[in-house]
């Protein structure tokens, strides 16, 4: 069974510019998250989906980052525009249910120049 | 304010030794506690989780120990081995708004 999709795996942009990440959870699984990872620092969760709805998006900077889960499978985040501070690994992962184990992918590695 | 407290922030272990990280929660709420184990340039990958009506938990070489009263659980990596070698955190599960919340993380480095 394949894991967490994402893509791309890494990017570099120039700020001020748009981005956007992609990720394509396992078979099944009804509950997406993008979470943000910093040097050295345990993942921050931005927002959390229960099929299409966003459940939990307290901790997205609306101002610049936007999320959608059309169909309540994939999932796209978008940072628009793109700050210095940007710069790090996001993270997406599922689970079956909110209360179950989150699997991760890869992750898409930013750096904002 | 900091939910999930993780130590040490690194820890160096010989080859055949026993590896220790500990966690300590304030949220009471929180039932669920699982550890991802993270090498460089992958995504964290679960490694055991515990709920709080055991207080132990064994998977192969690896161990939750869970203390309910003193809010604090820790992982026992037995025999470590190099391959162990990557960063592990501890998270913790539960709450009015079921937020996975993790610890900071420990950069293991097993010795061979």
């Known amino acids: 069974e394949a894991g967490v999709v994402q893509s791309p795996r890494y990017k570099i942009i120039e700020k001020k510019q748009p981005v956007a990440f992609w990720c394509n959870p396992i078979s099944g699984h009804n509950t997406l998250y993008w979470y943000l990872q910093n040097l050295g620092q345990g993942p921050e969760l931005l927002i959390r989906?229960?099929?299409?709805?966003?459940?939990?998006d307290s901790q997205l900077p609306k101002d610049r980052f936007s999320a959608e889960r059309l169909k309540g499978v994939d999932s796209t985040l978008k940072i628009q525009p793109a700050e210095l501070g940007d710069s790090a690994v996001y993270l997406c992962?599922?689970?079956?249910?909110?209360?179950?184990?989150?699997?991760f992918g890869q992750g898409t590695r930013l750096t904002v120049v | 304010q900091q939910q999930v407290k993780q130590s040490p922030q690194s820890l160096i272990v010989q080859k055949g030794g026993i590896s220790i990280i500990n966690c300590a929660y304030e949220n009471t709420a929180f039932d669920y506690f699982p550890w991802y184990q993270q090498f460089p340039g992958k995504g964290p990958a679960l490694l055991i989780a515990i709920r709080p009506d055991v207080s132990e938990k064994k998977e192969g070489r690896f161990t939750i120990s869970f203390n309910k009263s003193a809010k604090q659980f820790s992982l026992h990596i037995m025999d470590s081995q190099p391959g162990d070698s990557a960063t592990y955190f501890c998270?913790?599960?539960?709450?009015?708004?079921?937020?996975?919340?993790f610890g900071k993380g420990t950069l293991l480095t097993v010795n061979p």
């Open positions: 998270a913790a599960l539960g709450g009015s708004n079921y937020k996975l919340t």
């Open positions: 992962a599922s689970s079956y249910s909110g209360n179950t184990e989150a699997f």
């Open positions: 989906y229960e099929n299409e709805e966003a459940v939990d």
